[in-house]
């Protein structure tokens, strides 16, 4: 009693904070949150819901709606707005950028590799691919 209050600043992270690693495999996100994947004449093609059927839906899409989408971003800003992951929207962007440049055949095999590799489900200790850090389950 008297003391005057003290003011509390906590230390960095010494570990990167791991919630919502596979959340969002099968779990839907809000409907207004979903992906919807457009035709360049910005008709409907599809929605995604979750990661996994976001991958399951851009198999199925065709090279002028995945160009539309990648020239646009569209993806990378999905994953960091929604998921608010924006280490994997980074990377994401990567890719879509690496393709409009030419420099990839396949981009949806990339994007479907890494949204896999990050959000892969978890089995024991593993190390975690975007940031090598260990996460126990």
């Known amino acids: 009693a008297g003391a005057p209050p003290v003011t509390f600043t906590p230390p960095p992270r010494a570990i990167r904070h ?15 949150h979903a992906f919807f994947f457009r035709s ?7 929605a995604a819901a979750t990661l996994d059927d976001f991958v399951a839906r851009l198999g199925e899409m065709t090279p002028a ?4 989408h990648a020239e646009g971003g ?14 994997l ?6 890719l879509e950028r690496r393709w409009c ?10 994007v479907a590799a890494l949204l896999r590799a990050a959000f892969a489900p978890p089995v024991g200790n593993r190390r975690d691919s975007r940031e ?6």
């Open 101 to 110: 440049r030419g420099e990839l055949p396949d981009l949806r095999r990339e």
């Open 18 to 32: 791991i919630r919502h690693l596979t959340k969002y495999n099968d779990h839907a996100v809000a409907p207004h």
């Open 40 to 46: 360049p004449d910005g008709a409907l093609v599809a």
């Open 74 to 87: 569209d993806f990378s800003r999905w994953i960091r707005e929604v998921f608010q992951d924006d280490l």
């Open 65 to 68: 709606t995945i160009a539309h």
């Open 132 to 137: 090598g850090t260990v996460s126990a389950r």
């Open 89 to 94: 929207a980074a990377r994401l962007s990567k």
